[in-house]
Every structure is written in structure tokens, then in C-alpha cells.
């Protein structure tokens, strides 16, 4: 079987899926622009072969890298990034060289726009926030005045908080359409609520072989005002957002893949979307979950998810037993210019025999993700807001 993965050096704990495909006797093929002599001592061991491309933003250079594999080692099986960024690169490459396990072109804009993933959510009868596609002022007035202020605006393809507003009042919405950015735009009612991501990884019949919830604060917020991030991998999923997530892949026809569905828990009843505790889809994202998070899920419920997905590929079985005992696994990062009562001496004495991850983030991930982060495994929910309060207190 040949597995063809796109930037395998980013992030950085992706040497795992390779690692895990390795041993179960894949030819991992990497392509990226990272040099070679620059990859991490696991990674070079997985790789059946690398191919730097100087750009993964040319296409022509990774369709030449694609096309030198599969000279040199037959049909290619699978190409994927298991990034949001290379999603629809790795759909048109799937679509050139006829991979069928993954999302191809022609399906490739309900996993990327949100206007057309409302639709799909609203067509399988799963609650979901009224949107309006931003056109004219009068358009977004009208569309106000049905639902109330405040609104989201936030384009309608994008991940995280990049260029995302909460406008209050009719003054602020007429100034975003003074201002209109030149890509699409969809503008949706605001939902008083916790994000809660539904995570698995799919069989070829859609069926989940392994499921998470993971809490998330709102990362508009954690953007725009400069807030350190906090987020934790839950113990257990709740029967509804299981129910929910699995109905939403049956309503995308996504299989076998790492996805990150999130969803609203409502801490306020809302006409239309359900009562307090219920949850409301918000949006997809057909890759793991950001950052380190496939780690916490592992750390989490005692697993590896990076072995389960590669014996998904390799099987179509989860292949690894449910855990008898799962925890709250707890990231809390600090950012430059802020105040923080402990120092890391203080931390690491106090958390370093639950402490599993703590380093220094990517540049890159500063204003999301912190300069340094902590990831903690715990037992309670209180022990885990006692972790975030210690890290992070001022």
C-alpha cells in the first residue's frame, strides 16, 4: 500500500501517523518543503522516501512529486495532509490520480464552505444557527432584525478566528459593509454557549471506531483579545453530541478520516435550537483537531489514536480495546507581556508527575495557541480547573 502524506513535518507530532502506517507496512511517501537533513529522527525512519518540493503552494511541484511516486511504486492508495490547509489540494491530487479513499474535487466546497455546510446541517434536520450569505447592507439589516443582535460575521471559508467580528448594533454592521473584505462572507446569529468538538476517526462505512469531546473557548476571544488559551480533552462524550456528530458524517458522506466536527452547547435556551445543555452543530472540519490534540485524546483515554487511524487504513478495524479509565486532559499556555503568579519551576513542581506535554510553541502559533503551553492529565473536572487557575493566575 502506498500512503502519500503531505507535509508530514507539520505539526510536529504528525511523525506519528507516519510511524504508526509505517509499522503496519505501508510505503509512507512524504512530500513537503522542509529539507530533508531538517526532519526529526522518528519521521526519516517512517518515510519509505521524501520529496522536497521548494513550495507546497505549486501545484505543478507536488503533482510532479505524486506523479514521480507512483512511477517508481505503483498505484498510490492515499493522499492526505491531515491539514485544513492542503484540504482541497489534497482533494484535486486525489481527484488527478484517481485515489478514491477521501474526499475528491467534486465534493470538496461542503467541507470548505460554511454556507453550504448549513445547508447540509439543515437538510438532515440537525439544529443549527440561521446564516445569511453577506450581499447588500439592506440584506444584512433585514436579516438583524429577524434574528437580533449580536451577529458573527466570519468568511465563508476559513478556520479558526481569522477576520472574524461580533457586531452589536446597526451602527457596527454598517460600518463591517463600509469595509466589506473582497472574499465571501456569511453572517450568523450569535449562540450564547460552550464549543465542544465531536472527534473520530471513520470506517468505510462511516462508523466511528473511536470518538472524543474536546472543550473549547471561544478563539475569536482568545485572538482579538489577546486571552491566554485554555482547553481540555473531555473523559466522556454525552449520548446527544454522540448522536449528533454520527448523524453529521452520515449527512456529509465522509469516511474514512480523522474529523473535527464542533458544535454549540447551549448555556441558554434558544427558539428553534434547543434548551440549555443541548447542542447545536456550528461547523466541520474534515482533519484532526488543531494543534496537539490528537496527543490529549491519546493522554485522555488512555489510547493512540495515531495506531487506530493507521489501522483504519490498513484494516478498516479500530484494532487497539476501549480503556477501563479516561481523564480531563488540560492545555493551558502563557503569552508574552502578560503576568503570571508561578513561575515554571513552581509548575513542574507542582504538575510534573501529571505533566505529559510542555515546550514552546511555533511562532506561528503565538496568538492562538501561547508561547508555552502546559498539557496536564487529571482526574476531575475541579483538579482541572485548579491546574488552568495555577498556570495561568496572575
Not at 102 to 117: A, H, N, Q, V
Not at 244 to 261: E, N, S
Request: charged residues 25%; proline residues 5%; aromatic residues 14%.
Amino acid at each position: 500500500m502506498n500512503f502519500v502524506f503531505i507535509s508530514p513535518h507539520f505539526p510536529h507530532t504528525y511523525w506519528q501517523f507516519c510511524d504508526r502506517l509505517h509499522r503496519n507496512g505501508v510505503n509512507v511517501l512524504g512530500i513537503g518543503d522542509a529539507p530533508y537533513d531538517g526532519l526529526e529522527a522518528p519521521l526519516k525512519a517512517a518515510l519509505t522516501e521524501y520529496y522536497r518540493v521548494d513550495s507546497l503552494e505549486d501545484y505543478d511541484q507536488v503533482y510532479r512529486a505524486v506523479a514521480f511516486f507512483a512511477f517508481r511504486y505503483g498505484k498510490i492508495d492515499w493522499i492526505e495532509s491531515m491539514n485544513e490547509y492542503w484540504l482541497e489540494q489534497d482533494a484535486r491530487l486525489r481527484t488527478d490520480f484517481n485515489v478514491t479513499t477521501g474526499i475528491r474535487s467534486d465534493r470538496i466546497r461542503f467541507i470548505k464552505e460554511k454556507s453550504l455546510m448549513k445547508q447540509l446541517f439543515l437538510d438532515a434536520g440537525i439544529p443549527t444557527a440561521r446564516q445569511h450569505v453577506v450581499s447588500t447592507v439592506e440584506a444584512g439589516l433585514a436579516f438583524a432584525e429577524t434574528v437580533g443582535y449580536p451577529l458573527i460575521v466570519k468568511p465563508n471559508i476559513g478556520v479558526g478566528a481569522t477576520d472574524t467580528w461580533k457586531l452589536h448594533n446597526d451602527a457596527e454592521l454598517r460600518e463591517f459593509y463600509g469595509h466589506l473584505p473582497k472574499v465571501p462572507y456569511v453572517m450568523e446569529e450569535f449562540i450564547e454557549g460552550d464549543i465542544c468538538s465531536y472527534d473520530a476517526i471513520l470506517d468505510s462505512r462511516c462508523e466511528p471506531l473511536f470518538e472524543s469531546m474536546t472543550w473549547w473557548p471561544p478563539v475569536m476571544d482568545i485572538v482579538n483579545k489577546d486571552l491566554d488559551l485554555k482547553y481540555y480533552t473531555c473523559p466522556e462524550v454525552p449520548e446527544q453530541l454522540r448522536t449528533l456528530g454520527r448523524k453529521t458524517v452520515k449527512a456529509f458522506g465522509v469516511d474514512r478520516r480523522f474529523v473535527h466536527l464542533e458544535f454549540f452547547r447551549l448555556t441558554k435556551g434558544r427558539k428553534g435550537l434547543g434548551k440549555k445543555g443541548d447542542f447545536a452543530a456550528l461547523e466541520v472540519n474534515m482533519r484532526p483537531a488543531g494543534g496537539y490534540t490528537p496527543d490529549m485524546m491519546d493522554f485522555a483515554h488512555s489510547t493512540d489514536v495515531y495506531q487506530i487511524y493507521a489501522n483504519m487504513v490498513t484494516g478498516d478495524t479500530r484494532g487497539l480495546p476501549e480503556a477501563e479509565k479516561h481523564y480531563y486532559c488540560v492545555y493551558a499556555s502563557r503569552k508574552d507581556g502578560h503576568s503570571y503568579a508561578h513561575t515554571h519551576e513552581e509548575i513542574m513542581a507542582a504538575y510534573g508527575s501529571r505533566m505529559m506535554m510542555q515546550e514552546e510553541m511555533p511562532p506561528m502559533n503565538w496568538p492562538q495557541m501561547g508561547r508555552y503551553m502546559y498539557t496536564a492529565r487529571l482526574e476531575t473536572f475541579e483538579e482541572a480547573q485548579a491546574f488552568i487557575d495555577f498556570v495561568q493566575g496572575a
